[in-house]
């Protein structure tokens, strides 16, 4: 996405709703470059794509349990968070279509001594579902849901570092261990929706009274959930249609069969194998969104022999990154280079030199680790992420060339985060993303993060994590993250394979603007954003 | 019947073994004939698999879904493995894995069911509940609990499709034995005071033959069908094994492409095909087989 | 009355010509009647005679236009009052099956459906060919079940076939075939299954019901004393071919084929009896019973001498079969003891050694039921031999052989299977595999009772000649008494559990006698036309006398 | 006691037994699955706090034994328990309400099937058996064979691409929900039926040829023939009534599985029925709901048996009106 489409696009916009003239559009886009053909075949276009109001969506999701409940601090995948998250409530904050932070009940946010401190003013005239105005109580009342000795939230460790927050009048202020200049992307997060107070204190979550776009009619846990539109949600330009209803089609065929027999307009999770037979069909649409989730096999750095930093280059070096994504996952994603930011974040590098297949690099730095073949256990099941076992079995191809035996061991899929992630030296694992360099560091990189999977520890690291969040300076912070990116590429634990592409599937007459990349389904909030062109 | 002369029993009495085959083969019906054939040649793929096939069981030597040539016979499938190849090896996978566990569950079912069938009392009793017990718990998710709580490996898919299966052959056993049981050549055993080994393979298991072969026959091809569902669940036999029942798992999406998009047939009715035809001729044989043996004789 | 049937001899019924019929085994033919003449007037009875295999049921079912499935009728004529039965086509045959040619089967209790009340099969045929309504057709029935002289007739038709006995159950087959008035009816050794006392009264009700309806029929059985009863005429068959024709009191008085007279050889064969006190078994006071309720013994004191032969004569039901299952040890007696050469023999089976089971063995009645048809002859009579003496291999064999010979078959026969002999054949194996055992008693239980007659006289001979060399002692369990008269040193007569009378043969078979032995062997058709109307007569007048 | 009471009674007595083990035999299998609740729900967001609070809340910190003996305990007492899933709330989910629908669904699914197929089954099989090796009995019997010979989900999507994506005749979602009206459930069950239709009446089929085929060589049969009985008739008044035992076991068979084998099939057309449930159950270690679900199935298969039994004695005068 270059700059003058942005400009472009954004004059669209403009233009559509009137704001500019078609003349005044005109003039831009010639200036810009554009044949007058193509830019009145645009605006043509572009009016089309207005917004219009009405219909039902309807969404086939891939995930979805009966277990599903609708105490957000358990909301496991996309059903629950887009249906429950991103179609009924709102948190503090919400990722925009270009990965950055911005207010949702919060109009606006504030941080103050180094970042340690952060204030979050409310919007005015945001109402519950049932009316009720939501107040700073509410707020605090939310996020308590996930603190605290007996809370089950999976968000519990993102908010471990809050001090206190407090309530004060329209705002809610935080009180942070440390700095955190990303403190308004962490509660963005789809688990911390914002929920009415209860008088008891606790925050009621069982009723499904929020704040979002959409009011919830029927939650069927792992069937079906039906939603119709809240007439006064405080977004005007959000929430087109009249009714959503997610249905929860674990079947990868049938939830393509439902969308192509017109069942549902929306399918996340396309099957990549028949896409090419998918993207045939006249009446469908496939989009195909690099996310920030990345597939990785990653090592415990504090065992032999990858404690050793050049076993660990020589390995890195031994697998072709751009065979698996051929071959494994057909070319839907973009290699990595052993750096877990994807290239769609802020403050995101593409460390040199990359890690690419090089059997003499492989076999140069197994020498310089006095070794000149080496043996190791790979632990892989398909539950960590789906090709996880194939790509190992390729990789295991790869690296013969190098000198490098991976003997693949395919663990069970059930309890594989239990009892093999974390556990065993040499795994498979997945990460969805975060939206910012710190989150993601300090999920899993930082020497205390509670999913340190590569128990790699690395002092200049964490001290430039911990800098960098109080740092406010952005130049001065880009120069850091890219330090970190650089160190962990080099030094750290992670084979980065590639990150993957959300590839979704919909019917041709959904309209949106530009999608959002940090979560699936247009940042989980495709209900409020899209909407039915006819 | 009382009608049948002494002639005709001297004619039976002076027939050797091979010939007495060669004539119960001579006046098999057309259905058997097919059945036994098709049964040859998929134990033939099954035996000669490596010989066989062009290409290896997981190798990949192509693009991704190439029509049928002189290349790749049945074209390929979803990452460029040859289709022809894998069937084979399907052949010697999903024969081979289906056979031992039909073999393991009669072993199991028959044994304790002639053996409950001749002891009855609190062994009869006792085996019978825990079998009705395991009869009343839906298979397919037994199955995959069991599968998920000893791993997904082949020998323990076979172990347990055999353990549950070995109850429904028990059920078998045990009711025809109970017919074996009360004649006379059995007493007559057990007042020479032999021992229950010979009494249940000597004596009484040679005779249930018929009915358990029948049976074994149609278990052995609904162990397939099984690991197909199993697969399709996503806990069958895993990739890159070449399975039928996986294989049609695998490109199930496959299936409801119109077909205009493939100028070939789509790839998962090979195997469905392989395994259809299979237990056709299986049918066919064991129909036949029973016929035979079941006094009934059609109207000449 | 014989005398007044000559008179009503009518026109020709069925006229048989050239009948040729095969069989099929394993998709080949084999011919099982070669030829057959045949013809019977109105009214007329004929008896087919001969041993199992002579095609005499296969052509009892031609005379109905029938060949059983696997058989197929290749030549010849069948004229059924001048209806071409071959040329006929299925549905005329079917109109004529029931209404005007009925057939009686030899196993009543097979032959009704277990699922429908016997009225309802009674009146079946003659309600759907429209001879008359139900409620006549059911009224009519219960004429015939009194005729027939089947107890409580306006109620038995309401049972279920197993809820009456053999003997009625074939009484009522007979109402059945007779519902429609047929012209003729086949019997099919309707007799065979029944005890001697019983098939007396069936034989008395179906001669009677013939007679009265001036029915014709064929009656075809093997035993001559029964058709001697029933026929006018007697066609001799064997091996599918007739061997000679003539009417009843001429084909007894003065056979003309040897193998005719052959038929009645062993009504001759007779053993002088010897008695012994050399008591090798002695059952003393023995109780037994299955579900611990009924007793089936009832103090049963039997002693049996050393190489001696003790036969227990009783109708089915009268526990002798029992006796031996309680000597055997499947079956503890619940009182009394028994002594096995003097020292007292445990009473379950598992608790007797190997030596005392090695010296009694058992015969079985059917010898397809008593050898297993999946193990070859050398099986069969090697594993005794194994199992009690550890003789192996090439010794084994040769011991097989061996015994093979004293019972007078080839030892070619080594590897066939049960089911390649014929049932005579069968027999002396299950005699040669008790042999192998060396034993000092062999309990026989009806050993011959399911043979013909000529096969029944060779066992027999052959039993005797063994007990001569080896001097083994036999407890013989039957219920012809002819075959005692054969075989028996002493004579057991049992009753409803209990020992009626016993003793040597001389003194058991000569009155005075119990009632009941009087009852039994009173029973046992002999070879006189007249026997059964003199018994009826006789017991007629004993009833009226007392 | 009248047999049929008597077997009655003994059965159910049985039953209750056979039950018994089948809850033992869910719970074991259960525990030993590796991973908890807690985990399942978490995945890789599981930290060991959370676990922790997971199981306080739920009670998992107990022994087995001690939760085992409590759970059956209170199915003495007609209680099914509570979901592990959501317990923390204030609305607790119990398992009867999170069971009732979904069983509804499948009985709903079952029952339609049954209605159409055993009689259609039926009808075949005596036909086939009356012109058996005719060209009608050798169609059907290898149409037959065919559809058993493939797999379901197969056969589920053979139908899908026909009647619902070709011709767009059919839903290809069958999702129900309570207030989907009567001729609505039926037309979006119709796909799944006719699947499993296809599947059972097969099997039904087959046996009926089988069993009265195998009474036609008996000597009752042979005399009907010899009254003069016509064929047809012969077969149906005097065989069938004969036959009605073995018939009635595998049709038992059948509507069992129609209970509780129907899994795939509510996969593939996403039907919310109660396999549906017991897998995700089994797959997120909700014990109660999974034992639950395995008691219903027991016990359906169970009566259906009885079912099958009763009707075998009735149609059996030996055993209905002993001597």
């Known amino acids: 996405m270059n700059d003058t489409q942005n400009k472009l696009d954004a004059a669209l916009r403009q233009a559509v709703r009137g704001r500019i003239t078609r003349r005044e559009f005109t003039q831009l886009a010639l200036a810009s470059g554009v044949s007058l053909a193509a830019a009145n075949s645009m605006f043509t276009k572009a009016y089309a794509d207005e917004p219009k109001k009405g219909g039902t969506l309807k969404i086939g999701v891939g995930h979805g349990a009966t277990t599903d409940s609708m105490d957000p601090g358990t909301y496991p995948d996309q059903f629950t968070g887009t249906a429950l998250w991103g179609t009924l409530s709102n948190s503090l904050t919400e990722i925009d279509a270009d990965g950055n932070v911005v207010g949702d009940i919060a109009e606006s946010f504030e941080a103050s001594d180094g970042a340690k401190k952060w204030v979050f003013k409310l919007r005015k005239g945001v109402t519950f579902h049932d009316g009720r105005a939501v107040t700073a109580d509410d707020v605090v009342a939310s996020l308590q849901h996930h603190r605290g000795e007996d809370s089950k939230s999976a968000a519990k460790s993102l908010l471990k570092e809050i001090v206190t927050l407090k309530a004060d009048g329209d705002t809610v202020v935080f009180e942070l261990t440390g700095g955190n200049a990303d403190f308004p992307y962490t509660v963005s997060d789809y688990h911390m929706p914002i929920m009415p107070k209860k008088d008891d204190g606790s925050v009621d979550w069982e009723s499904g009274n929020r704040t979002g776009a959409y009011k919830l009619d029927k939650f069927e846990p792992g069937v079906k959930a039906s939603f119709s539109k809240n007439p006064n949600y405080y977004k005007a330009d959000r929430g087109w249609f009249d009714a959503v209803e997610f249905y929860s089609i674990k079947d990868v065929a049938a939830r393509t069969n439902a969308l192509m027999s017109g069942e549902i307009h929306y399918m996340d999770r396309c099957d990549l194998k028949t896409l090419d037979m998918l993207k045939s069909n006249p009446d469908i649409t496939v989009q195909e969104i690099t996310g920030y989730g990345h597939y990785i096999y990653v090592m415990n750095v504090t065992q032999k022999p990858f404690d050793d930093v050049n076993v660990r280059l020589a390995i890195k070096y031994s697998i072709n990154r751009d065979d698996v994504l051929e071959k494994v996952f057909l070319g839907h994603g973009t290699v990595g280079n052993d750096n877990p930011i994807a290239p769609t974040v802020k403050f995101a590098v593409d460390p040199q030199p990359r890690h690419s297949y090089n059997p003499d690099k492989a076999k140069e730095h197994l020498k310089k680790a006095g070794l000149d073949s080496l043996t190791f256990d790979l632990s892989v099941a398909d539950a960590a992420f789906s090709g996880a076992v194939d790509s190992a079995l390729l990789w295991k191809e790869h690296a013969k060339a190098c000198n490098i035996d991976i003997n693949v061991i395919r663990e069970p899929d059930d309890g594989y985060w239990d009892n093999v992630w974390l556990k065993k030296p040499f795994v498979a694992s997945y990460w969805s993303g975060r939206p910012t360099v710190d989150w993601m560091m300090t999920t899993a990189y930082a020497a205390d993060a509670a999913w340190n999977d590569t128990f790699w520890k690395n002092p200049r690291f964490n001290e430039l994590l911990v800098a960098a969040r109080s740092e406010t300076d952005e130049a001065k912070r880009a120069a850091m993250y890219a330090e970190m990116q650089q160190i962990l590429h080099d030094d750290g634990g992670l084979v980065n394979i590639l990150f993957n592409s959300y590839v979704e599937a919909h019917a041709k007459n959904l309209g949106h603007n530009k999608v959002a990349a940090n979560w699936q389904l247009d940042g989980m909030r495709i209900a409020e954003r899209w909407w039915f062109t006819s | 019947m009382t009608a049948q002369s002494p002639q005709l029993r001297q004619v039976r009495a002076r027939r050797s073994l091979w010939e007495s085959t060669r004539r119960t083969l001579s006046s098999a019906p057309f259905s058997a004939w097919f059945g036994m054939i098709v049964i040859l040649l998929y134990v033939i793929a099954a035996v000669f698999a490596p010989w066989i096939a062009p290409y290896g069981e997981a190798e990949i030597v192509g693009k991704a879904y190439q029509p049928p040539g002189p290349e790749f016979w049945f074209g390929t499938d979803q990452i460029g493995r040859d289709l022809f190849s894998r069937l084979i090896y399907g052949a010697r996978n999903t024969i081979g894995i289906a056979f031992l566990t039909t073999l393991l569950s009669f072993a199991v079912g028959g044994t304790l069911g002639v053996l409950t069938a001749l002891k009855r009392g609190w062994l009869d009793q006792g085996i019978s509940r825990v079998v009705d017990a395991f009869l009343a718990i839906p298979v397919l998710i037994f199955a995959l609990m069991l599968l998920a709580v000893f791993g997904k490996s082949i020998v323990n898919l076979i172990l347990i499709l055999a353990l549950l299966d070995s109850t429904r052959v028990f059920r078998l056993a045990r009711a025809t034995a109970l017919d074996v049981v009360v004649m006379d050549y059995v007493e007559a055993a057990k007042l020479r005071g032999e021992g229950m080994g010979w009494i249940i393979f000597k004596e009484v298991l040679p005779n249930i033959l018929p009915p358990l072969i029948t049976e074994f026959g149609l278990r052995f091809c609904f162990v397939f069908l099984t690991i197909a569902s199993l697969s399709f669940l996503g806990v069958g036999i895993q990739p890159p094994t070449a399975d039928w029942g996986s294989m049609v798992a695998e490109s199930k999406t496959l299936i409801t492409f119109p077909v205009r998009t493939f100028p070939w047939i789509p790839a998962p009715f090979y195997p469905a095909l392989a395994i259809a035809i299979l237990t056709v001729a299986i049918n066919f044989v064991v129909d036949w087989f029973l016929h035979k043996t079941s006094g009934l004789r059609d109207e000449v | ?546 | 006691m009248h047999p049929v009471l008597r077997t009655v009674l003994q059965r159910l007595g049985l039953g209750v037994l056979t039950l018994f083990v089948v809850s033992v035999v869910i719970f074991a299998s259960l525990e030993m699955l590796p991973g908890g609740f807690a985990e399942a729900i978490l995945g890789q967001g599981a930290t060991p706090e959370t676990v922790a609070a997971f199981n306080r809340e739920i009670g998992l910190d107990r022994p087995a034994t001690v939760r085992y003996v409590e759970w059956i305990g209170n199915i003495f007492r007609g209680d099914f328990g509570y979901s592990y899933a959501g317990l923390g709330g204030s609305i607790k989910r119990s398992v009867t309400d999170l069971i009732a629908p979904r069983l509804y669904n499948t009985f709903f699914l079952a029952i339609m099937t049954a209605i159409v197929a055993v009689p259609l089954s039926l009808i075949l099989g005596i036909l086939a058996a009356l012109y058996r090796n005719s060209w009608y009995d050798r169609i059907v019997n290898s149409v037959t064979l065919t559809t058993i010979a493939t797999p379901e989900f197969f056969i589920a999507y053979l139908l899908m691409f026909f009647f619902a994506i070709r011709n767009k005749w059919f839903y290809s979602l069958s999702t129900v929900s309570d207030t989907t009206d009567f001729i609505e459930h039926i037309y979006r069950a119709a796909l799944p039926a006719i699947t499993l239709m296809l599947v059972i009446v097969a099997h039904m089929m087959r046996m009926t040829r089988a069993a009265l085929i195998n009474l036609l060589a008996s000597p009752y049969m042979e005399m009907a023939q010899l009254k003069g009985v016509p064929r047809r008739e012969a077969i149906i008044k005097h065989a069938l009534p004969n036959a009605w035992a073995p018939i009635a076991t595998v049709i038992a068979f059948n509507l069992a599985y129609l209970v509780v084998g129907v899994v795939v099939v509510e996969v593939v057309y996403v039907y919310p029925g109660i396999g549906q449930l017991m897998v995700d159950s089994v797959s997120s270690r909700d014990m109660p709901v999974v034992q639950a679900c395995a008691l219903i199935f027991a016990a359906t298969y169970i009566f259906l048996n009885l079912l099958a039994d009763i009707i075998s004695i009735v149609t059996n005068p030996r055993l209905l009106h002993p001597k």
């Open chain 3, 1 to 546: 009355m014989k005398s007044e049937k000559q008179r009503v001899r009518g026109e020709t019924l069925l006229e048989i010509r050239g009948l040729r019929i095969e069989g099929n085994s394993d998709g080949v033919w084999h011919p099982i009647v070669k030829g057959v003449d045949l013809s019977l007037k109105r009214g007329e009875v004929l008896g087919l005679i001969g041993e199992s295999g002579a095609g005499k049921s296969t052509i009892g079912l031609a005379a109905m236009g029938f060949a059983r499935p696997g058989c197929r009728i290749i030549d010849g004529s069948i004229l059924f009052d001048g209806i071409d039965l071959r040329a006929a086509g299925e549905e005329d045959k079917r109109t004529l099956w029931g209404s005007r040619i009925a057939y009686v089967a030899q196993s009543a209790a097979a032959a009704f459906n277990p699922a429908h009340k016997i009225i309802d099969q009674t009146v079946e045929t003659a309600v759907r060919r429209g001879v008359m309504d139900r409620g006549k057709a059911v009224a009519d029935a219960v004429d015939l079940y009194r005729r027939l002289q089947l107890p409580e007739p306006a109620h038995i038709g309401e049972r279920y076939p197993h809820q009456v006995s053999g003997g009625q159950l074939q009484r009522a087959m007979t109402a059945m075939a007779m519902s429609c008035r047929p012209d003729l009816i086949i019997f099919d050794e309707p007799t065979t299954a029944l005890d001697v006392t019983t098939q007396v009264e069936v034989l008395a009700a179906m001669r009677d019901i013939v007679e009265q309806f001036h029915t014709a029929a064929i009656y075809i059985t093997h035993d001559l004393a029964v058709v001697a009863q029933m026929a006018d005429r007697i066609m001799v068959l064997r091996h599918g071919r007739e061997v000679e024709e003539a009417p009843t009191r001429v084909m007894l008085s003065e056979p003309r084929e040897d193998y005719t007279k052959t038929l009645w050889a062993v009504r001759k064969l007779a053993k002088p009896e010897s008695v012994s006190d050399d008591i090798v078994l002695s059952v003393r006071n023995v109780d037994a019973s299955y579900s611990g309720v009924v007793k089936v013994l009832d103090n049963v004191t039997v002693g049996l001498p050393r190489g001696r032969t003790v036969a227990v004569v009783g109708e089915s039901g009268s526990g002798k079969s029992t006796l031996a299952r309680v000597i055997t040890g499947i079956l503890p007696p619940s009182r009394g003891e028994i002594l096995f050469n003097g020292k007292p023999l445990s009473r379950a089976l598992n608790e007797r050694d190997k030596d005392t089971l090695r010296r009694i063995q058992m015969i079985y009645q059917s010898a397809d039921t008593s050898l297993n048809p999946r193990q070859t002859i050398r099986d069969i009579i090697g594993r005794p031999l194994e199992f009690y003496q550890g003789v192996q291999g090439a010794a084994r064999d040769r011991r097989v052989a061996e015994l093979l010979d004293s019972i007078e078959m080839d030892e070619s026969y080594i590897d066939r299977l049960p089911t390649e002999l014929s049932g005579g054949q069968k027999q002396r194996i299950s005699i040669a595999r008790a042999l192998a055992a060396e034993p000092d008693i062999i309990i026989c239980d009806e050993v011959t009772s399911a043979l013909d007659q000529i096969v029944q006289e060779e066992i027999l001979t052959l039993l005797m000649r063994l007990q001569k060399d080896t001097n083994v002692s036999y407890l013989f369990i039957t219920h012809d008494i002819a075959t005692v008269r054969a075989i028996a040193d002493e004579i057991v007569v049992m009753h409803q559990g209990k020992v009626v009378q016993q003793g040597p043969k001389s003194q058991v078979l000569n009155p005075p006698h119990p009632a009941y032995t009087e009852l039994l062997l009173s029973s046992v058709p002999q070879m006189d036309p007249d026997w059964l109307t003199n018994l009826l007569a006789r017991r007629a007048a004993g009833k009226a006398g007392a």
